[in-house]
């Protein structure tokens, strides 16, 4: 029996997609990455320097505490990045060799980052499967305290732990300051009043901080709208 052709039509459309095989999230995933240029650049950079990381050290040829005290004083110039002396990237002001320290450094950056994801994922099931398993009231509770946390604007956050940092760094100019002074008898520049006066400080810092995160928090954003709008790109 001959078909119509409007059948025949719509029969091979349906063969046509019967032959196309479904394909998986990490099939997708990956070809979406793949197509990624930006992605693919950050992953050479970042499978590089876990390599340097792994491997940095074996190339070395001195120990990150190692002390050439050749390098120090008046042959300081001589403590230049070369590789004849050994020193690839140079010494520090206390003939501490700076390749071996940016190895070390690369390491405890990796671990640190490895360790925080480790943390963050074991918390989050914890405290999701926790608020699944219990249900009810806690439930409730629980997930209104992740909806408060996600609310508070990024930039709120970032303004307010710079503020902070700042004063708990000159805290710390604060006692260098007096060590320095009292080892050499001379009076100290910076007044240090003790731990009480220290705690007094990053309490006014905090309160001081919220303020101009709440104030940066909208300048800033609308300042980020302004030069987004203005490159004709779309906001983040």
């Known amino acids: 029996m001959k078909l119509a052709e409007p059948d025949a039509k719509m029969l091979q459309e349906v063969g046509a997609l019967a032959e196309v095989r479904g394909r998986s999230l990490w099939a997708d995933a990956r070809a979406r990455f793949l197509r ?27 120990e990150r505490d190692f002390v050439d005290f050749s390098l ?7 403590g230049s990045p070369s590789i004849e002396t050994g020193h690839y990237f140079g010494v520090d002001i206390d003939g501490r060799d700076l390749y071996a320290r940016t190895v070390q450094g690369t390491r405890i950056s990796l671990l640190v980052g490895i360790v925080g994801a480790l943390v963050a994922v074991l918390v989050g099931t914890l405290y999701g499967a926790t ?42 100019i604060e006692f260098a300051v007096a060590g320095v002074a009292t080892l050499s008898g001379t ?21 001081g901080g919220v303020v101009v995160a709440v104030w940066g928090t909208a300048h800033l954003t609308d300042l980020v709208g302004a030069i987004a709008e203005r490159l004709g790109r779309p906001e983040a």
Do not use: H
Not at 52 to 57: L, Y
Not at 187 to 207: C, E, H, I, K, S
């Open 36 to 62: 990624n240029k930006a992605a693919l650049i950050g992953l050479v950079v970042l499978i590089l320097i876990c390599l340097f990381a792994a491997f940095g050290g074996l190339i070395a040829q001195y």
């Open 72 to 78: 120090m004083g008046a042959n300081a110039y001589q």
């Open 131 to 172: 608020a699944g398993y219990i249900g009810g009231r806690v439930d409730n509770i629980m997930m209104r305290t992740v909806d408060v946390l996600m609310s508070i604007p990024f930039m709120f956050v970032l303004i307010l732990l710079f503020v902070l940092a700042f004063g708990v760094f000159w805290e710390v």
């Open 187 to 207: 009076p100290a520049v910076l007044v240090q009043y003790g731990l009480d006066d220290t705690m007094l400080d990053l309490l006014f810092d905090t309160l």
